[in-house]
């Protein structure tokens, strides 16, 4: 299959670049670097089945190769990152996703969104199915996220209904692992690279707000799958296993072996206080599990980390 990905040079799109071209398909990998790094992807650029295009795809763009896959995974991801760029979060969100279904519908490719359980926004109910409608401000800071995601998600079910296109929905809970950016900010990047480097671990509010997290390789496993079965979503694809940020910081610790202390800095704005994936929709309909637990998880992301930080 010929697959266009966009976001293609960024953690998770990177992964799904390499599973891909091993699987035997063609991958044009679509980026502008916003917040990827042409490193995830340079052992992929001799690869005779891999052809890289730097663009914003919130401009349109007309793909030669007669595609079959679509896959819109270009967006601003990390808050810190979404708070630097609002506007042009909300535009990928938006135009990026008009100018891929876009694509998918000229091309009659299948089109698949990495939506994001952001989507649920500060839950009021917990675990998170994909039933429930969500609790978004739809003015605060990380609106620009959220309802960017939320606007890419009824754009998809309209070219859906509309012109019969063929879509694939999953929402990603926080997912984690190697070919982060080291300091993109998320709450596992910033914890191992201040433990590793003997900083202050900078734990937001009390740190009583949970998440699930998944380990990068499950969420690829669930998106090859879901790629196989023919059912618009969304799906979740994220773990049911939920820790606070505490126990998270005191994990990280651990693991690393670190002296690091712990310091409480103030909650950001909005910031979700549960957050728990249901995935039961995923293990019904493509007969996903996770695989790792988080220690597992943690040690690979850890291990990988420590290799970063040598060679920089
Ligand atoms: P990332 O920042 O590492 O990757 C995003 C990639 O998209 C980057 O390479 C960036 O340069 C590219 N990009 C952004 N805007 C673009 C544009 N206008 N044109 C072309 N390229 C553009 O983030 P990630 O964690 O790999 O996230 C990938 C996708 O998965 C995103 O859509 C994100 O919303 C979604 N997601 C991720 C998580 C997670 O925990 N990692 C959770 C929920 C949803
Ligand atoms: N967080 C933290 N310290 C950090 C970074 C994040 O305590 O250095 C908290 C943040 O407030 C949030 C959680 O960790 O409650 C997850 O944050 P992240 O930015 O990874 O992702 P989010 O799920 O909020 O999009």
Known sequence: MIILITGGAGFIGSHLCRRLLKGGNKVICLDNFITGSKENIKELLSNKNFRFIKHDISKSIKIKEKLNWVMHFASPASPKDYLQYPIKTLKVGTLGTHNCLGIAKAHKARFFLASTSEVYGDPKISPQPESYWGNVNPIGPRSCYDESKRAAEALTFAYYRQHKVNIHVIRIFNTYGPYMRIEDGRVVSNFIYQA??????????????????????????GIIKYMKVDYPGPINLGT?????MLKLAKKVKA??????????????????????????????????QPRYGLDEGLNKTIKWFKEELKAC
């Open 196 to 221: 590793l480097t003997g900083q202050d671990i900078t734990l937001y509010g009390k740190g009583v707000q949970t998440r699930s997290f998944c380990y990068v390789d499950d969420l690829i496993d």
């Open 255 to 288: 693991l690393t072996g670190s002296k690091s202390r712990i310091k409480y800095l103030p909650l950001p704005e909005d910031d979700p206080k549960q957050r728990r994936a249901d995935p039961s929709l995923a293990k019904k309909m493509l007969g996903w």
């Open 240 to 244: 049911p296993f939920e820790f606070s």
